[in-house]
């Protein structure tokens, strides 16, 4: 059976698993040729992203209800996130190496995204998205957050049209692998910063644009 130790271990030769289905047991490993990366600290907003997050109503919140936020990324028609791994990632949770960001509008859960952390690496695992710009409201505040704490890699392991227009990009697996070692050589704290209000994002943001 597959320990947190070796799953860490995997990910920092960058290697990361996917089940074929949620009732597969089975687990798949990938190295993918390109890997997708978010730019920390500098995610692209839309305009009309950006009036959304002026608007208000909006908050995010660190690691209130890490099984849930996997749970509802799991939540969907074909997912790769089994029980196997739910249970490492909760493992890994205890052990101060996973975490969850949760997005919510005017109270209601609106999206979230989780992922492991590893020296100043951050795994992105998974997002979420209840309502309209959930997850994109998550990947804005996540961004902010890591650069932060001092993280310097945001791995996405595919990227996917929605990551490709707030900024993500594919780089080589040569790329990546010099990347996640000068991230490993370092040390970044998931904690180590308060999350912003809604308007300290917006500043930000429009502030660095």
Same mark, same amino acid.
């Given at each position: 059976?597959?320990? !947190?130790?070796? /799953?860490?271990?995997?990910?920092?030769?960058? *290697?990361? !698993?996917? +089940?074929?289905? @949620? #009732?597969?047991?089975? %687990?798949?490993?990938? =190295?993918?040729?390109?890997?997708?990366?978010?730019?920390?600290?500098g995610?692209? +907003?839309?305009?009309?992203?950006? $009036?959304? /997050?002026?608007?208000?109503?909006?908050?995010?919140?660190?690691?209130? #209800?890490? =099984?849930?936020?996997? +749970?509802?990324?799991?939540?969907? =028609?074909?997912?790769?996130?089994?029980?196997? %791994?739910? $249970? %490492?990632?909760?493992?890994?949770?205890?052990?101060?190496?996973?975490?969850?960001?949760e997005?919510r509008? &005017?109270?209601?859960?609106?999206?979230?995204?989780?992922?492991?952390?590893?020296?100043? @690496? *951050? *795994?992105? &695992?998974?997002?979420?998205?209840?309502?309209?710009?959930?997850?994109?409201?998550?990947?804005?505040?996540?961004?902010?957050?890591?650069?932060r704490?001092?993280?310097?890699?945001? #791995?996405?392991? *595919?990227?996917? !049209?929605? /990551?490709?227009?707030?900024?993500?990009? &594919?780089?080589?697996?040569?790329?990546? $692998?010099?990347?996640? $070692?000068?991230?490993?050589?370092? &040390? @970044?704290?998931?904690?180590?910063?308060?999350l912003?209000?809604? =308007?300290? /994002?917006?500043?930000?943001?429009?502030?660095?644009?």
């Amino acid at each position: 059976m597959l320990t !947190p130790a070796q /799953l860490l271990s995997a990910y920092a030769q960058g *290697f990361f !698993p996917m +089940a074929e289905t @949620a #009732d597969d047991p089975r %687990l798949s490993w990938f =190295d993918p040729p390109l890997r997708g990366i978010v730019p920390v600290g500098g995610v692209h +907003a839309s305009r009309s992203l950006l $009036r959304d /997050l002026r608007r208000g109503g909006w908050s995010a919140h660190l690691d209130g #209800d890490f =099984d849930a936020i996997v +749970a509802a990324c799991a939540d969907r =028609d074909v997912t790769w996130i089994n029980a196997t %791994l739910a $249970r %490492l990632y909760r493992d890994l949770h205890d052990a101060g190496h996973a975490h969850a960001l949760e997005i919510r509008h &005017e109270g209601g859960f609106a999206g979230g995204i989780f992922g492991v952390t590893l020296g100043a @690496a *951050f *795994f992105g &695992e998974s997002m979420v998205s209840a309502r309209t710009n959930g997850s994109k409201m998550a990947l804005l505040w996540t961004s902010s957050h890591l650069a932060r704490c001092g993280f310097s890699l945001f #791995d996405t392991q *595919f990227l996917t !049209p929605h /990551l490709s227009r707030m900024g993500g990009v &594919e780089i080589s697996r040569t790329a990546y $692998r010099r990347r996640l $070692r000068a991230a490993l050589a370092k &040390e @970044a704290d998931f904690g180590g910063a308060a999350l912003l209000s809604a =308007d300290q /994002l917006w500043q930000e943001i429009t502030q660095t644009s």
